[in-house]
T-cell receptor, first 113, second 117 residues
Framework: DSGVTQTPKHLITATGQRVTLRCSPR?????VYWYQQSLDQGLQFLIQ???????AKGNILERFSAQQFPDLHSELNLSSLELGDSALYFC????????????FGPGTRLTVL | GDSVTQMEGPVTLSEEAFLTINCTYT??????LFWYVQYPGEGLQLLLK?????DKGSNKGFEATYRKETTSFHLEKGSVQVSDSAVYFC????????????????FGKGITLSVRP
């Protein structure tokens, strides 16, 4: 158990819909990262927050957005869903220092029908 | 930009065989290097890491040495077990890359290892 929790575990929805994925980091970790794992693209970095502020953006679509709240949990919002958004979405957390270890949650499996 | 290249898979070995999984990288600055493992149905777990040239990371019988001259971080294990069957990802974190002072991980495509009894 990494100490990072993600909800829900599975999500099935239809094209055009909007969903919210939730992540609670390990106690004491200030950085939260979101990654997408798909068969064709592999594991890709989406976005990072540090202590409530956006720190870095990767290959995140404009239809996707995220935020980190004062209690440090984070939410990833996916809207106008397409079939190609079906993937495993991982959240990771770290203390926040450069080069430190990231601890990954169990992931949310999103299926768009 | 940063990139990680892993050897093509999948790899199937018999128990107690020697394992090598190749990994090379391209980075702007002086990256930290990682191997993560993903067991079926689970999230990623850090297997080992190295933060500077010539460092050797080791854990659970696995080893990898940070080779700056060959930009490589190959994973090795002398004797694999059935329980090592998983997907292995090589990754780097480059704090001095184009995106500035952050710790995002850039992953290779991953390789599936299956170990037969």
């Amino acid at each position: 158990d990494s100490g990072v929790t993600q909800t829900p575990k599975h999500l099935i929805t239809a094209t055009g819909q909007r969903v919210t994925l939730r992540c609670s980091p390990r106690s004491g970790d200030l950085s939260v990262y979101w990654y997408q794992q798909s068969l064709d693209q592999g594991l890709q970095f989406l976005i990072q927050y540090y202590n409530g502020e956006e720190r870095a953006k990767g290959n995140i679509l404009e239809r996707f957005s995220a935020q980190q709240f004062p209690d440090l949990h984070s939410e990833l919002n996916l809207s106008s869903l397409e079939l190609g958004d079906s993937a495993l979405y991982f959240c990771a957390s770290s203390v926040g220092t450069v080069g430190d270890e990231q601890f990954f949650g169990p992931g949310t499996r999103l299926t768009v029908l | 930009g940063d990139s990680v290249t892993q050897m093509e898979g999948p790899v199937t070995l018999s128990e107690e065989a020697f394992l090598t999984i190749n990994c090379t990288y391209t980075a702007t600055g002086y990256p930290s290097l990682f191997w993560y493992v993903q067991y079926p149905g689970e999230g990623l777990q850090l297997l080992l890491k190295a933060t500077k040239a010539d460092d050797k990371g080791s854990n659970k019988g696995f080893e990898a040495t940070y080779r700056k001259e060959t930009t490589s971080f190959h994973l090795e294990k002398g004797s694999v077990q059935v329980s090592d069957s998983a997907v292995y990802f090589c990754a780097l974190s480059d704090p001095l890359g184009a995106t500035g002072a952050n710790s995002k991980l850039t992953f290779g495509k991953g390789i599936t290892l299956s170990v037969r009894p």
